[in-house]
């Protein structure tokens, strides 16, 4: 656990449910008191409000890809520093919504940076910090495009790169939870959400903090 607390994030392509399944999530947790936060990326921090507009303006700033990469980045440090470290600090469950495995699938293997570049990059702006869990959405691309595009919101940058474009950034989730086995949980989002939530659960229910150890009470695990 880190410090006193518990860092699970969500990766996955497009569309995969990640915000779905927080929400279901995050019931649960409130149903046990447990105490938690939500969180994304980019986004979280008060200066992600201006970061999350630049990098995801359909392209009207005309970012390049290393503007768009240092723009990430920066979004990363100050949430680490702001928001994740404070909530873990205070014995929280941290709810994130993308971390430091979408800079490795996205602009490692959407854009072709060098991995080992990225890996040193995301150490800088996180410190080191690295989730406790991660669960991995994982689905075929075509599908969770058909769901982004479905829940209404206008195309970002990302969901106007090409299909290859995806299909690159789902391998790399992929590899990354080959290569870290102990870390990231790959559940099959192409179920539906009852059955997403209960793979989620399977996986993560023995790994939440009893309610006992934040009220002191002796309540049954959840
Ligand atoms: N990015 C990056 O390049 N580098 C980085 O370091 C970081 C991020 C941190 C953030 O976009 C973009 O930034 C992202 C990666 C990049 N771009 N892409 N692509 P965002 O924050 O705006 O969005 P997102 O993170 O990609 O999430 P999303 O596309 O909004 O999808 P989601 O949260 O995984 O899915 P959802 O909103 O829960 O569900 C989508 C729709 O499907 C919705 O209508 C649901 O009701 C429906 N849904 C959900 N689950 C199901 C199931 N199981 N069956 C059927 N329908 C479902």
Request: aromatic share 6%; net charge positive.
């Amino acid at each position: 656990m880190n410090n006193k607390g518990l860092f699970i994030t969500f990766e996955g392509p497009e569309g995969a449910g990640k915000t779905t399944q927080i929400k279901h999530l995050s019931l649960l947790l409130k149903k046990y008191g447990i105490p938690f936060i939500v969180t994304r990326e980019p986004g979280g921090s008060k200066l992600s409000t201006h970061l999350r507009r630049w990098i995801l303006n359909k392209l009207e700033y005309n970012l390049t890809n290393e503007t768009e990469l240092f723009l990430f980045l920066a979004d990363r440090a100050q949430h680490v520093q702001e928001v994740v470290k404070p909530a873990l600090a205070k014995g929280k469950v941290v709810l994130c919504d993308r971390y430091t495995d979408s800079t490795l699938a996205y602009q490692g293997g959407g854009r072709g940076f060098d991995m080992d570049m990225l890996v040193k990059m995301n150490q800088m702006a996180t410190g080191g910090l690295k989730p406790d869990i991660t669960l991995l959405l994982d689905l075929p691309v075509d599908m969770g495009l058909r769901r982004a595009v479905g829940r209404g919101k206008g195309k970002d940058r990302m969901e106007q790169e090409k299909i290859e474009f995806h299909q690159r950034v789902r391998e790399i989730f992929l590899t990354i939870a080959k290569q870290d086995k102990k870390r990231v949980l790959v559940l099959d989002a192409s179920q539906d959400q009852e059955q997403v939530y209960q793979q989620m659960l399977k996986n993560l229910i023995h790994r939440l903090p009893p309610p006992q150890a934040i009220s002191g009470s002796k309540g049954r695990h959840v």
